[in-house]
């Protein structure tokens, strides 16, 4: 017999998760007693940054991994970050502590009266074992459907009396033998018939989203966009890149509105749209998507977005793999289109604007870095001035919840500590997540972090232009030094004025071997593009 907690771990440890996020309570306490020494603790001082760090991390190695959460408190601050990775379909596997099962019945303190209702609907499955010995099956059961398509994440309730109870060993030995593997192939019929349509199409497209966005998905694009001499597009408002944008077949990013996005495909004939919604809006701007004989089809691995998407048809399988089989089957020969537009020229002189910011970051980039953007304002800008050669080289948030771009990049470069990891936060975005500043520092997480400085919430005051509004409070948030508090938990920050020096500052940060914040003082108008 062993105890419940070394089963558990030893689930954990079947399964590689290994790295634990968390900000532990009274109710983990027997849980992380005697942590295990091939483990990794990485902690942060507020729910919604360990989430978001889990959320970066997981995103960043295509694995699941754990979230240690106190009890219904902790769940419920970290639901704004689990807004994004479920949007996101991050694998995270939550564990949140619950009292002792003698309390249950009772209004004691920390009971979590409805764990399996408070994570929903950002959690594929959420769970309460009905006695300890069902916990290492609840835990093996969790990982697994936390990995299979969509991924997403899912949350275990443990009381905290449960540790200690007692289990034999040869169940436990079952659970971590166990796997689960994803072999669906695409069906070759239907790759077939899509073949000949593409290549009797007049004027087929390529959007891609986040689902492309690894090497295997990049090489799958490359080629089909390669012999079918197809333009590719970035969706709309996607979080991730599933393209080299530094591709000349590349035509930059699709408006987020139905009229915009309308207009942009008019003129092809089949539209082919791969790992990605069709589509994501914002805001209403009401219009046809698709012109008079216009096709799209969708390739998707989650049934959910198959069943949701409003135009054209739809195909349920691996995106990645029905991509490359299509490059196979498809005999279209025609030439590739011309290069698409290059980074929009910035004026010089006068204020910085967010467009000469962040083409001063792409100057200063490595061309193997990875970069996270939570400037909503100007994240258009960042997509322009910034162009990827290399897979997992995009973060965004996938839900619009603010307090994603510092957490999600220290979980980035933790995932790969070889690659350098820039985060661009408004100033007003930064203010969701300023502790994670400590978990950098604490753990000696090479990040930088650009905070645009605005002082104002100017994603806002361009949408009140866009509906025609005004005379509306609390869009000034002025005085906020980004400097001083990145100095109150441990990180070295500096202002830039100007395009020099935001280079130099830039430059000596990711030359360091510990994280840096740099903030930038930008004008100009916000450019949301709607």
Known sequence: MISIRQAAFDVFRAHGLTTVFGNPGSTELPMLADFPDDFRYVLGLHEGVVTGMADGYAQATG????????????????MGALVNAAAAGSPLVLTAGQQVRALLSGPALLTNPEPTLLPRPLVKWAVEPSRPQDVPAALA????????PPCGPVLVSLPMDDWSAQIAEDQVRRLTARRV???AAPDAGVIGRLAARLDAARSPALLVGAGLDSTAGWAAGVALAERCGLPVYWAPLEPRCGFPTTHPAFQGVLPATEAGLGKALSGHDLILVAGATAFRFYPYVPGQVLGAGAELVLLTDDAGEAARATDGEAVLTDPVAALAMLARETSARRRPPPPGPGPEPVRPGGPLTA????????????????????????????QDQIRFSRAGGYYSPAGASLGFGVPAAIGVQLADPGRRVVAVVGDGAFQYAVPALWSAARHGVPVTVVVLRNDRYAVLEDYCDF???????????????????????GVPAVRAEGAGELDAALRQALAGSGPALVEVPVGGPAETHW
């Open 63 to 78: 694995r699941p991994v754990l979230v240690n959460l106190h009890s219904a408190p902790g769940v419920a601050t970290a």
């Open 141 to 148: 059961r969790a990982i697994h459907l936390a990995t299979l």
């Open 181 to 183: 593997t994803v072999a």
């Open 355 to 382: 467009a000469g910011a962040y083409a001063v970051i792409a100057r200063a980039l490595p061309p193997d870095a990875a970069l996270v953007c939570e400037s909503v304002s100007n994240m258009r800008d960042c």
């Open 467 to 489: 509906l025609g509004l005004s005379g509306v409070p609390g869009l000034q948030v002025p005085g906020i030094d980004a400097v001083s508090l990145a100095g109150g938990y």
